[in-house]
């Protein structure tokens, strides 16, 4: 939920009116960063979406993601690690969603994050990789 929900966002109304075979989540790093924090509100949307997607007309292969490794702030990182991303595996396991681990991906490579947040092109391809495998079923 957060500061800033997605569901507040111009573009959110128009994504319930879309065709897609495929959607991909990435929630959580933001989240964390937030002072009201509540990793069991954090859950109970981040599942609510996930079967709101999956109830849509085209019943589209939904994709959850473990955030990336904060290295930014280390604090934040560890309140990512153990609240956020073991609400995501409780949530995809809960509803059948593909889960695909970026925190372990990103993990030992700090250099792939200049700010500490954002990716560079190195890390981005290894990213895109990883999503390309989810989407095969590899």
């Known amino acids: 939920d957060g500061a800033y929900p997605w569901e507040r966002t111009a573009w959110a109304p128009g994504f319930w ?13 933001n989240d ?3 002072r009201a924090w509540d990793a069991e509100r954090f859950e109970a949307d981040y599942r609510e979406l996930v079967e709101r997607i999956q109830a849509k007309q085209e019943s589209p292969q939904v994709i959850v993601m473990l955030p990336p490794v904060l290295y930014a702030d280390p604090a934040l990182d560890a309140r990512l690690a ?9 949530v995809a396991e809960q509803t059948g969603a593909q ?14 994050f200049p ?3 954002h990716p560079n092109a190195e890390a ?15």
């Open 17 to 29: 009116r879309t065709d897609e075979d495929v959607v991909i989540l990435m929630l959580g790093t």
């Open 32 to 34: 964390v960063c937030d």
């Open 82 to 90: 153990d609240e956020a991303c073991p609400a995501i595996e409780r």
């Open 99 to 112: 889960l695909v681990d970026l925190h372990a991906l990103t993990e030992g490579h700090p250099e792939w």
């Open 115 to 117: 700010d500490g947040v």
């Open 124 to 138: 981005q391809g290894a990213i895109a990789e990883c999503i390309c495998d989810a989407i095969a079923g590899r």
